[in-house]
């Protein structure tokens, strides 16, 4: 279930209509597909000014993903511009990284990706998680399995913590026990990676530093391919709170995550 879901503007249940979850998802392809469109002719890394660490490249992507949203009737939660109720009863809201990754994309380090998940009293509901350095697209719809580049992804197997590859997110205060670790910078592609088996898991080492537009789309990717995504320190991980922050942590198999959530609450 979603804590903190949006209103339903003094509207009965029995007047929403029944969502397709395959034009939620076309719609986040579409978002996707804009962002793209407008990075291609905006190449501008100077910070905004609105808030640490925003770029003008990270809001022209924010107001992309509202040009192709916002006609829809969805509510949006961005990253870059917070949240906005949904205009009809019913309609999900839909969680956006329109940038995740943007000092790698500043800096010409080539893993960045636009993540969007849509989110209704259910919980995930549809994701899309596009690589736009490589073009990578994953997506997901909720009990309908995930989706990488349009072939089904699923994994079955893991390796012991001492021969996994783990991607990092902050410095740990000493090895861990893992085989091998990447820090690459992007939560939503390390995520997939999870989801597709070029990782083996993935561990927050920072402080509460993950919003949900940070991982929400992977979290679905993810959990429609057989792994799961949890907050080490027990959280739920569906929030519509722009202010909530989660540690997230992921395995390729629950004997993995366990310990790497093990490893986790030891710092």
């Given at each position: 279930?979603?804590?903190?879901?949006?209103?339903?503007?003094?509207?009965?249940?029995?007047?929403?209509?029944?969502?397709?979850?395959?034009?939620?998802?076309?719609a986040l392809h579409d978002a996707a597909d804009a962002v793209v469109a407008v990075l291609a002719e905006h190449d501008d890394w100077g910070l905004s000014g609105r808030r640490d660490g925003q770029y003008a490249s990270d809001m022209a992507a924010d107001e992309a993903v509202h040009g192709l949203l916002d006609p829809l009737g969805y509510g949006v939660l961005s990253e870059e511009s917070g949240l906005r109720?949904?205009?009809?009863?019913?309609?999900?809201?839909?969680?956006?990284?329109?940038?995740?990754?943007?000092?790698?994309?500043?800096?010409g380090l080539p893993w960045f990706a636009t993540s969007l998940c849509a989110v209704d009293?259910?919980?995930?509901?549809?994701?899309?998680?596009?690589?736009?350095?490589?073009?990578?697209?994953?997506?997901?719809?909720r009990g309908w399995g995930a989706r990488r580049d349009g072939e089904p992804i699923?994994?079955?197997?893991?390796?012991?913590?001492?021969?996994?590859i783990i991607g990092l997110s902050?410095?740990?205060?000493?090895h861990l026990g893992w085989?091998?670790?990447?820090?690459?910078g992007a939560a939503a592609l390390d995520l997939c990676a999870v989801a597709d088996g070029r990782l083996d898991g993935y561990l927050d080492c920072s402080v509460d530093a993950h919003g949900v537009w940070d991982y929400?789309?992977?979290?679905?990717?993810?959990?429609?391919?057989?792994?799961?995504?949890?907050?080490?320190?027990?959280?739920?991980?569906?929030?519509?709170?722009?202010?909530?922050?989660r540690t997230p942590v992921a395995g390729a198999g629950p004997v993995l995550t366990e310990a790497l959530i093990k490893a986790r609450r030891d710092f």
């Open positions: 279930m979603v804590q903190n879901s949006p209103p339903d503007h003094n509207a009965s249940d029995d007047e929403a209509e029944p969502l397709d979850p395959t034009m939620v998802l076309s109720d949904p205009d009809l009863v019913g309609m999900p809201v839909i969680v956006v990284d329109p940038l995740d990754g943007s000092t790698n994309a500043s800096r009293s259910a919980g995930p509901l549809a994701a899309v998680v596009l690589d736009l350095v490589s073009g990578m697209r994953y997506d997901a719809i699923r994994r079955t197997t893991a390796p012991p913590l001492d021969e996994a902050g410095l740990p205060p000493r085989g091998q670790f990447r820090a690459m929400m789309g992977a979290l679905l990717v993810c959990s429609e391919s057989g792994v799961e995504v949890v907050d080490a320190h027990g959280r739920d991980m569906c929030v519509l709170d722009s202010s909530a922050r």
